[in-house]
Antibody
């Protein structure tokens, strides 16, 4: 059974960089696409981007200038960095496995609050 | 970007009711349409992929249909555990986009 677990600071100051890690167990990141998706409190889902096991990435145009997604095969982890954050970046951040276009496995999500 | 519009945004229904939620894409997406259920405080759960394929382990009362721009999710007989928010998602092209959600409440 594939499991995903997000981790990282729950509070980030404005203008700083948000950094999260997704640890995958029960399967290897050396296959499939691995995505980050976020959900502001009380709102809908927003796709941030994904990384393919080959290392290729694809980002949402609205966040592309501030986002980096990377993978560490040795640790079976996928990471997200979002720079120059503002209060609008406050959200629950999910990592998810993308298979054939749909997201079949999700982490439980981690709330990141941007505040001074 | 492909815009996904769900209707209604919310609805109230009773246990045993048949419920249909609609999702419309701003351009044709063939059958690249997926449905998720999200309960409060939980991650979304995949219900239907490729417009009409039932994800393993999902009860058969859930079904999906449609192609092109218009899609529906149907719950044939609502159960107490089905009350949640439902999202559609297109995987035809990036950026991947979701509908705004449909909140299903108990009447």
């Amino acid at each position: 059974q594939v499991q995903l677990q997000e981790s990282g600071p729950g509070l980030v100051k404005p203008s700083e960089t948000l950094s999260l890690t997704c640890t995958v167990s029960g399967g290897s990141i050396s296959s499939y696409y691995w995505s980050w998706i976020r959900q502001p409190p009380g709102k809908g889902l927003e796709w941030i981007g994904y990384i393919h096991y080959s290392g290729s990435t694809n980002y949402s145009p609205s966040l592309k200038s501030r986002v980096t997604i990377s993978g560490d095969k040795s640790k079976n982890q996928v990471s997200l960095e979002l720079s120059s954050v503002t209060a609008a970046d406050t959200a629950v951040y999910y990592c998810a496995r993308r298979s054939g276009g749909f997201f079949d496995y999700w982490g439980q999500g981690t709330l990141v609050t941007v505040s001074s | 970007d492909i815009q996904m519009t769900q209707s209604p945004s919310s609805l109230s229904a009773s246990v045993g009711d048949r419920v249909t939620i609609t999702c419309r894409a701003s351009q044709s997406i063939s059958n690249y349409l997926n449905w998720y259920q999200q309960k409060p405080g939980k991650a979304p759960k995949l219900l239907i992929y490729a417009a009409s394929s039932l994800q393993s382990g999902v009860p058969s009362r859930f079904s999906g249909s449609g192609s092109g721009t218009d899609f529906t999710l149907t719950i044939s007989s609502l159960q107490p555990e089905d009350f949640a928010t439902f999202y559609c998602q297109q995987s035809y092209s990036t950026p991947i986009t979701f509908g705004q959600g449909t909140r299903l409440e108990i009447k």
